[in-house]
Nanobody, 121 residues
Framework: QVQLMESGGGLVQPGGSLRLSCAAS????????MGWYRQAPGNQREHVAT???????DYADSVKGRFTISRDNAKNTVYLQMNSLKPEDTAVYYC???????????????WGQGTQVTGSS
């Protein structure tokens, strides 16, 4: 089974920075993409950033220019560098893994448990 372990969340002042990490372990096969989603109280979970297996990236308009997603393939770890944090960035951030298994060409989606990010004075 896949495990996604997030870390790096916390409380920062508006304009501050945080770096989130997500380490994947367990049954990892061929990675289509890894990414970050977030969910604020009362809101739906929304996409923040994605990096594909080919290395291309995609960002939500609300974070583009402020957040950077990166990956360490050797460690099966994805990072989210968050700069210029705003109060509206406050949410639980979830790591996502989209992979495919060679056993029956299955697509497997996994989620981390979430880490709290608070950008408040």
């Amino acid at each position: 089974q896949v495990q996604l372990m997030e870390s790096g969340g916390g409380l920062v002042q508006p304009g501050g920075s945080l770096r989130l990490s997500c380490a994947a372990s367990g049954s990892i096969f061929f990675i289509n993409a890894m990414g970050w989603y977030r969910q604020a109280p009362g809101n739906q979970r929304e996409h923040v950033a994605t990096i594909t297996g080919g290395g291309s990236t995609d960002y939500a308009d609300s974070v583009k220019g402020r957040f950077t997603i990166s990956r360490d393939n050797a460690k099966n770890t994805v990072y989210l560098q968050m700069n210029s944090l705003k109060p509206e960035d406050t949410a639980v951030y979830y790591c996502n893994l989209d992979q495919r298994s060679p056993f029956g060409n299955r697509r497997i989606i996994s989620w981390g448990q979430g880490t709290q990010v608070t950008g408040s004075s």
